[in-house]
């Protein structure tokens, strides 16, 4: 590749969660979202945050991504409170939120346009991303041309233009088939591997934070809080063969067991999913 995208200081998008406690609803249902969260991330560090459906995993992302606000304790970012939504936290869904009416390039140039960033370099930067993600050729294609990887492709490309410190991904393979999630799982790691930004990657599959990550942090049943933190040390980069190898399955086992232990507690109801602009309305904080 002939042109090379900017690369991440790795100096930048240490993550601090200290005592985070969320609350959500109002008066009698009110309920606690996650309780007492500490999470330490390291500059460049890959960490995959598991758990079972409706612990509080992208209330927590929320947090981060500045959407969602604790009741009690504090979010940073490189020392920085986070106080809202910023480029520097970029926020990649389970589904694309691409611009339907864009043609690829322009989705992935969107970004730099609201910076005001002039036509030609902006393309020129999407077109760079887009050769990295492998999908240059289809620049002038629009979001409905293409299939759902190559979407997800585009839509991981629109937030590394901004060349954020911290990469937070709900989901981000959850609705592909199984094998274009394989595909899609060693294209991250290949671009995260070129870029180093730090990334914070929300899955209940267990396999998928397995082959990921440098940690795992495994989270309760609601309230979330973490309950044990795995660290990782299959070397990189990782080829698909990892999954068949006996530490590999010792792993899965352990995970199994922490998320499905023999007594489980009483069964809560699921939290609302996040959406791209926080929690559903009729979900207020109690304060």
Known sequence: MSAQPQT???SQGRVAIEHVHIHLGQGAQAFEALHDVSIHIEPGEFVCILGPSGCGKSTLLGALAGH???SHGRVTVDGQAVTGPHPDRGLVFQHHTLFAWKKVVDNVAFGL???GVGRAERRQRALELLKLVGLDAFAHHYPSQLSGGMQQRVE???VLINHPRVMLMDEPFGALDAQTRLMMQQLLLEVWERIRTSI???THDIDEALFLADRILVMSPRPGRIIE???LDFPRPRQQEL???ERFTELKRHCLALLHPQHDAQPVPPLPRLTPLGAPPRLQFAI
Do not use: D, G, S
């Open 229 to 231: 933190e795995i660290a």
């Open 8 to 10: 991440v200081a790795t």
């Open 200 to 202: 914070v990657f929300i």
């Open 156 to 158: 991981i490309a629109r």
């Open 113 to 115: 346009k609201m910076q």
């Open 68 to 70: 969602l606000w604790a």
């Open 243 to 245: 999954v068949t190898t």
